[in-house]
């Protein structure tokens, strides 16, 4: 088996190496091309010295020699890095430090094709989840755009061509008239381009107008609450923010609420973000979920060092001016404001001393009798 | 000539790679190759102590598939931690890697690289989350697309190790 042993550790991409004294090694058979690519032989051509050869390696010595000096059974592995050689062509290697015998033994491998096929998966992965944040920014950004060219662009236009068109029954100039013309003209066309572009892109002006009255259906606003509360525990934690829940409506009554559970659950983590960023280490925040009458639930997070200054306590009256802001927050608040006021709802913020509260209350649809 | 190992950590995108290449080959590439493992280039500074050689491992940036390996950060004199202006998610990480960083090598020198500061439209950062970091560390809005305070971020870094 010995005699077979060398054949096997090249095939398999493995060089093993017997450790003479320091980073000094000898090769205990003929080691693959990319071996001598990287690590240049001593003055005896079976040794070779390979801290000077790699920097990494040089620095994996010191657990190595650790490891040897204390004889331990099991294998101590690298970690994957990447070395160039002589021919500038790049190789992914791992070392293995193993005390054999009362032999210290260093075994490198040169990670092929696996390696490679590990790295793709990586980098699709990656991909993936850069393009997934992204999509969510664009989807705002969409959401946004529809909703000002539905609800105020085309009706400004058209209100622009009633006003104009009526304007056309006074005694005019001809010139003024002829002017007075081509505006409508212009306005009828923008409105009809409008017109154009939301019946083309209208089911996603149904989706972003989806709302669910049913009661089995409907979103349940303290379970979307707590679900958001448990998952964001960890980051709260990391930032040594308190995060904590408090529901005051009777169990008897009604939690649902006239939404969208996917919307509603990006309305509230939006909220719970954009109040964890500015909240200072050694802060709370404390979620608080109430009955205003029959007819309505209030959600409010409660912080107790408020995360906007008074000035911008009309934030979402001046989203789109508001300078305090960087343009995803901005755009992301908007967002939630439109969001619950196409539910029929309320949005908003207010200062409480130090602390302060981010509000917004959902019509509740009531148990069936 | 001293030696010091410096290692560059994040989250996975935010351009440890892309300002390595910048830094040490001056040259940049828009095109997103993910690091798995780790790679180390070398590169000598001027201080006012003399020359430096910059040992820098470009650590492989941290995310669900894979977590930073605590090993390769063993012998370090100095940390720069790097921000993807962009995406705030990755300050959140930044400050995990500072704590742990300040706990476990307090002695080391500490750098923030506030990345692709040339995407100017996008940023994703708040000037206090800055002004914040800034009380404690040296931050530093650097571009590896343009060179922006890349070089002067690494040579405060050396003067600090040295």
């Known amino acids: 088996m010995g005699e077979v042993l060398p054949e096997i550790a090249r095939r398999l991409n493995f060089v093993i190496l017997k450790r003479v004294q320091g980073d000094l090694f000898e090769l205990l058979e003929e080691p693959p091309e990319w071996f001598r690519l990287i690590f240049a032989p001593g003055e005896n051509p079976n040794e070779v010295r390979v801290g000077s050869s790699s920097l990494f390696l040089d620095d994996f010595m010191t657990d190595a020699e650790d490891h040897w000096a204390n004889e331990r059974p099991e294998p101590l592995k690298s970690g994957v890095w990447h070395e160039f050689d002589s021919g500038d062509r790049e190789h992914y290697l791992e070392a293995t430090a193993l005390y054999v015998r009362s032999t210290s033994v260093l075994i490198l491998e040169s990670l092929g094709h696996d390696y490679e096929v590990r790295m793709q998966l990586f980098q699709k992965a990656r991909n993936f989840v850069l393009q997934n944040q992204t999509l969510d920014y664009e989807l705002q950004k969409n959401d946004v755009l529809l909703h000002f060219l539905s609800t105020q662009l085309g009706p400004a236009l058209q209100k622009i061509g009633r006003s104009l068109a009526e304007l056309k029954q006074h005694k005019l100039d001809y010139d003024v008239l002829s002017d007075l013309n081509e505006v409508v003209r212009v306005a009828a066309r923008q409105d009809m381009l409008v017109d154009t572009f939301l019946r083309r892109f209208s089911s996603e002006i149904v989706t972003m107008q989806q709302v669910t009255r049913d009661y089995g259906s409907a979103p349940d606003v303290i379970e979307v609450v707590r679900t958001l509360v448990k998952a964001e525990l960890d980051a709260f934690l990391n930032r040594a923010v308190d995060l904590s829940m408090d529901s005051t409506v009777p169990p008897t009554e009604s939690t649902k609420v006239m939404s969208h559970r996917a919307r509603l659950d990006k309305v509230v983590g939006s909220l719970m973000h954009f109040a964890l960023r500015r909240a200072p280490e050694g802060s709370s925040i404390n979620m608080q979920i109430h009955s205003h009458g029959e007819d309505w639930i209030h959600v409010e997070i409660h912080e107790s060092v408020a995360s906007l200054s008074l000035e911008d306590e009309e934030i979402f009256e001046n989203l789109l001016s508001a300078n305090s802001l960087v343009r995803k927050t901005a755009l992301s608040l908007y967002f939630c404001k439109l969001t619950i006021e196409r539910w029929g709802g309320e949005i908003g913020y207010r200062h409480m001393g130090e602390s302060g509260c981010w509000w917004f209350r959902l019509r509740r649809i009531k148990k069936p009798s | ?162």
């Open chain 2, 1 to 162: 000539m001293i030696q010091r190992k410096v290692c560059l950590v994040g989250s996975f995108a935010v351009g440890i790679t892309s300002l390595l290449q910048r830094f040490v080959y001056s040259r940049f590439s828009d095109k997103y190759l993910t690091t798995v493992g780790v790679k180390i280039d070398r590169k000598i500074v001027p201080t006012s102590q003399g020359s430096v050689s910059l040992i820098l491992w470009d650590l492989a940036g941290e995310d669900e598939f894979q977590s930073l390996q605590t090993s390769f950060l063993r012998g370090a004199a100095g940390f720069v931690v790097v921000i993807d202006s962009t995406r705030n998610e990755t300050l959140q990480q930044a400050r995990s890697h500072l704590d742990y960083l300040e706990e476990e090598y307090p002695k080391a020198a500490k750098v923030i690289f506030a990345n692709k500061a040339d995407l100017e439209n996008s940023w994703d950062l708040e000037t206090d989350e800055l002004n914040r970091l800034e009380k404690r560390f040296t931050v530093f809005r650097t571009s590896a697309k343009t060179g922006h305070s890349v070089e002067e971020a690494f040579h405060v870094l050396a003067d600090k190790m040295s």
